[in-house]
């Protein structure tokens, strides 16, 4: 555990190719952390601020669906810590929901791609304690909530990482072991507003439609105007 860190994905970066396994590196203070896109994410003491650096062997398309494991060990790991799930969300593509607000976010990040993902840093950022004043985030995106203030919960940055390794271990192995599939099924159990109206923008594009599904390459697949779509990346509004 850091006392203080510029972001964990860099320090990730740094250390890549220093280590012979995965690792968890946990920070309780980001001076300079970042969100998809290259947004800043704020980071106030007591909140939870952890990437895990992985060396995978697949291919990058595989690689980019541990999104989706991180997604489900945050989930189990959320539940842990309060023993329930009622409240609890997922958003395509990497954002987990309690009570409809953003309480959590996922960033993966390649580092080296000669033959293939050299090293996979998956960020991770946690409202355990507090959230971002609600003027703070773009316009239309979803309110930030913290663990605290929405349950009362209290769970300090260490052991949210015991339960969050906990979670991920187990995911990750079912993930190695038997692919994308029963993640799916299991990511679509938990998916905030599936079978409603949601847009969906990408970099030049804005495309409005029903959320269907996630398909086998964890593309969204909204069915539209124009037919059914797959959008591989974008940022989602309701």
């Known amino acids: 555990m850091l006392p203080e860190v510029d972001s964990t994905n860099a320090e990730a970066a740094r250390l890549a190719g ?8 946990c920070a309780l203070r980001q001076i300079a952390g970042r969100g998809r896109r290259g947004r800043p994410w704020a980071d106030p003491q007591g909140n939870f601020a952890a990437t895990l650096l992985l060396m995978p062997r697949e291919a990058p398309q595989v690689v980019a669906l541990r999104s989706f494991v991180a997604s489900l060990a945050l ?29 959590a976010g996922i960033l993966l990040e390649s580092l080296g791609q000669r033959r293939g ?27 930030p909530v913290s663990l605290l203030s929405e349950t009362g ?21 079912r993930f190695v072991t038997y692919g994308f599939a029963p993640l799916r099924e299991a990511w679509l159990a938990r998916a905030a507003r599936l079978g409603e109206v949601i847009t969906a923008r990408t970099g030049n ?25 797959a959008v591989a990346a974008a940022d989602v509004f309701f």
């Open 18 to 25: 220093t280590l012979a396994g995965p690792e968890w590196i």
């Open 75 to 103: 989930y189990d790991a959320f539940a842990a810590a309060t023993g329930r799930v009622d409240g609890l969300s997922l958003k395509w593509p990497n954002d987990v929901l309690l009570n409809g607000g953003k309480v």
């Open 117 to 143: 993902v050299a090293h996979l840093a998956i960020g991770i950022g946690v409202n355990l304690a507090s959230a971002p004043a609600a003027e703070t985030v773009e316009p239309g995106a979803l309110r």
């Open 153 to 173: 919960v209290h769970v300090d940055p260490e052991s949210f990482l015991g339960l969050l390794a906990e979670a991920y271990a187990g995911h990750e192995a």
């Open 205 to 229: 594009a804005e495309i409005t439609g029903t959320f269907e599904t996630v398909d086998e390459a964890g593309n969204l697949v909204l069915q539209t105007r124009a037919g059914r779509q």
